[in-house]
């Protein structure tokens, strides 16, 4: 089971160590070699002094020297050592070397004005570098005249210089940086990981808080409103949406208790009448009048109570559900014969010029919709008025079927939001036999299915209701 948890952890741990060990692995490589670079840098700079100190005039080659000035060549303590060749002959040795048994460095043959530099063990057994130049002494500008006045164009000798400087100074603090980044790799990722792991529970902790707060919620609780001790930007969405549902189940919650107590009243007079009728008869079992008013009215009883069911069993089996359309119906012709069905003296049909009479629908659900909202309608209205039916363009896409009667009871607004709820009625004691407050439910349920909607309005004493539907034309 995937974890969002586990998985931020695991990925901005990776991410960022991967991220902070290639930058310790970079500045470890470059600090690495900005150290050696200053000390061979360095080491350059000696050279080119000693350089420097070898002249040349026309009585020969000179090595001004002095060692007070550089007591690295003079004393014990870290001594540096030096050596001069002349044309391959050993010129000049520093005083360090002649504390050493192997008081010479190693002569190595160079190209003219060329710098070698290489790792070599010192004569003190300390590990070192050697740094070598080849070399032309220079000559002072006030000697030069007298200088080839006396050697003319004679070729002129060459100076090696060696320079040899421990290197193990600069091993250790290599090593002291590389031991200081390699500890870094082993406790960066494990600080990563602590302050990631710390800092993805303190940002999830608004999520579980919700987790618990919806743990707690039950449909019986008096407060269904789900919310946050500190509101977070990225849940409120989340904590809308689950309200939202929440509110909708509520009420739908409420709508299933009432439903379920109005099925229990709608059932329990008929099975009342059942029950008085089977008393009576076997009370009086020789009366020749029960009999005759006995079945009838059993048989009226069972018609109301398999009307009721058939309704409740309708609604239930399309609701959320989407029916096919691919029926070829003629809505005049439809709307027609279902006027014809009932009582056509009362009835007014109005089909506007422009509106398309062919359309594929589904002929079970246009059928029941227009014989539930025309029975409606002659039934709620006043016996000697008109019902007006209507079919109209709303758009392009769209048209629509009205129902238009005069009520023969003051409806309000507020009423109006309860008549497609199932079994509702307006007469709270359900004095009517023959109503039980279902088709306008089931007109709901089947307008839905086939992608329509249907609407009440009230429009000064008339009462309206329009059932919108898409145009698919045949």
């Not at 060549?73 to 050592?81: A, S």
Request: proline share 4%; with cysteine.
């Amino acid at each position: 089971m995937t974890s969002i948890y586990r998985s931020l952890t695991r990925r901005l741990s990776l991410a960022i160590s991967a991220l902070v060990i290639l930058v310790l692995i970079v500045a470890d490589l470059a600090v690495d070699g900005w150290i050696e670079e200053q000390f061979d840098k360095s080491m350059l700079e000696k050279i080119g002094l000693l350089e420097t100190l070898v002249k040349e005039d026309s009585s020969g080659v000179e090595f001004d020297f002095a060692g007070e000035f550089m007591p690295e060549f003079e004393g014990t303590g870290d001594p540096e050592y030096f050596q001069l060749w002349y044309n391959g002959e050993i010129f000049e040795k520093s005083d360090t070397l002649g504390m050493v048994t192997e008081d010479s460095l190693q002569f190595v043959s160079l190209p003219l004005d060329t710098f070698h530099l290489e790792d070599q063990t010192l004569p003190d057994g300390r590990m070192g570098r050697i740094g070598y130049i080849r070399f032309v002494p220079q000559i002072d500008s006030g000697k030069r005249a007298d200088f080839y006045k006396k050697n003319g164009d004679t070729p002129r000798g060459t100076m090696t210089l060696a320079y040899a400087v421990s290197s193990e100074d600069l091993h250790y603090t290599l090593w002291l940086i590389d031991g200081s980044f390699i500890l870094a790799l082993i406790l960066v990722p494990l600080v990563i990981r602590f302050t990631v792991k710390n800092t993805v529970t303190y940002a999830l902790h608004p999520l579980t808080e919700l987790n618990a707060n919806i743990s707690t919620l039950s449909l019986g609780s008096e407060n269904l409103t789900l919310t946050l001790e500190e509101p977070v930007e990225e849940l409120l969405p989340i904590v809308n949406g689950i309200n939202r549902f929440i509110a909708e189940n509520s009420r739908l919650y409420e709508q299933q208790k009432r439903l379920t107590s109005d099925i229990a009243h709608e059932l329990k007079t008929p099975i009342t009448e059942l029950t008085a009728l089977s008393e009576i008869a076997m009370r009086f079992p020789e009366e020749a009048s029960l009999e005759e008013s006995f079945k009838p009215e059993v048989l009226s009883i069972a018609q109301r109570m398999k009307s009721i069911v058939t309704s409740i069993l309708t609604i239930h089996r399309y609701s959320y559900k989407s029916l096919v359309c691919s029926d070829p119906i003629n809505l005049e012709t439809l709307i027609t014969q279902i006027i014809d069905n009932h009582q056509p003296e009362r009835v007014r049909l109005l089909i506007d010029e422009d509106v398309e009479r062919d359309v594929i629908s589904n002929q079970f659900a246009l059928e029941s919709v227009f014989n539930n909202l025309l029975t409606n309608a002659l039934q709620h209205s006043k016996s000697d008025s008109t019902v007006v039916c209507s079919i109209e363009k709303f758009n392009h896409r769209t048209m629509q079927v009205v129902f238009s009667n005069v009520p023969s009871v003051a409806y309000t607004e507020k009423d109006l939001t309860h008549f497609f709820e199932p079994l509702w009625q307006k007469d709270k004691a359900r004095s009517s036999t023959e109503n039980f407050g279902l088709g306008l439910s089931i007109v709901s349920v089947l307008v839905t299915a086939i992608g329509g909607e249907v609407k009440v309005n009230l429009v000064d004493e008339f009462i309206n209701f329009r059932v919108l539907l898409p145009i698919h034309v045949a």
